[in-house]
């Protein structure tokens, strides 16, 4: 299993960016899809995660702001940036809790991580 992120970049403080990850190879089912973010000197912390039926959670910093989604039918799983401030300026990765068969228990896989900066 693959999951390949895209949609980072440099952005003025206020601006948007849309984040996506496809997630591909031998998959059966997703379960949980996130996003997490590590700025420089910190740890790694949720932004936020969505379940198979469409239930979210976001940390607190980003509320109001953020929208994550997903798209069942590409294994994809979104993440729109608004009102965007240099605090959340980090590597952002995407998590997706897949089951490769029927009779495997799930397992986190990791995108390869998009560096996200804003500043003026």
């Known amino acids: 299993v693959q999951l390949q992120a895209s949609g980072g970049g440099l952005v003025q403080p206020g601006g948007s960016l849309r984040l996506s990850c496809a997630a591909s190879?031998?998959?059966?089912?997703?379960?949980?899809m996130g996003w997490y973010r590590q700025a420089p000197g910190k740890q790694r912390e949720l932004v936020a995660s969505?379940?198979?039926?469409?239930?979210?959670n976001y940390t607190d910093s980003v509320k109001g702001r953020f929208t994550i989604s997903r798209d069942n039918t590409k294994n994809t799983v979104y993440l729109q940036m608004n009102s965007l401030k240099p605090d959340d300026t980090a590597v952002y990765y995407c998590?997706?809790?897949?089951?490769?068969?029927?009779?495997?228990?799930?397992?986190?896989?990791w995108g390869q991580g998009t560096l996200v900066t804003v500043s003026s």
């Open positions: 190879g031998s998959i059966f089912s997703i379960h949980d």
């Open positions: 969505i379940r198979l039926g469409g239930r979210t």
């Open positions: 998590n997706a809790n897949v089951r490769t068969s029927w009779d495997y228990a799930p397992f986190d896989y």
